[in-house]
Nanobody
Framework: QVQLVESGGGLVQAGGSLRLSCVAS????????MGWFRQAPGKEREFVAA????????SYTDSVKGRFIISRDNAESTVYLQMNSLKPEDTADYYC????????????????WGQGTQVTVSS
């Protein structure tokens, strides 16, 4: 049974930082594409970042480039999202996902999803 469990969300002031973690089990993590998506209240879920199994390839949505960093530790079956210089518009539920391929911003390329962790950025 595949399970993805996110943690690290919370309330932070604008300009602050948070580090999200996602621990995977039941999936061949070291060969999985991993991604982070987010969904703000009243909005559709959107791509945030992705990382290939080897960490050689990463991609980000334009709004987080230069502020967020995705990384992974295959030995710990964990993917991270370091979020710096947070803005109120980053407020959302953040989800990690596992899929196949090198990188993808398309949620349909991801087969497994976590339950999400809430991030709230106050102004």
């Amino acid at each position: 049974q595949v399970q993805l469990v996110e943690s690290g969300g919370g309330l932070v002031q604008a300009g602050g930082s948070l580090r999200l973690s996602c621990v995977a089990s039941g999936v061949f993590f070291s060969r999985s594409l991993m991604g982070w998506f987010r969904q703000a209240p009243g909005k559709e879920r959107e791509f945030v970042a992705a990382i290939s199994w080897s960490s050689r390839s990463t991609s980000y949505t334009d709004s987080v480039k230069g502020r967020f960093i995705i990384s992974r530790d295959n030995a710990e079956s964990t993917v991270y999202l370091q979020m710096n210089s947070l803005k109120p518009e980053d407020t959302a539920d953040y989800y990690c996902a596992a899929g196949e391929g090198t990188t993808s911003f398309n949620e349909h390329d991801y087969d497994y999803w976590g339950q999400g962790t809430q991030v709230t950025v106050s102004s």
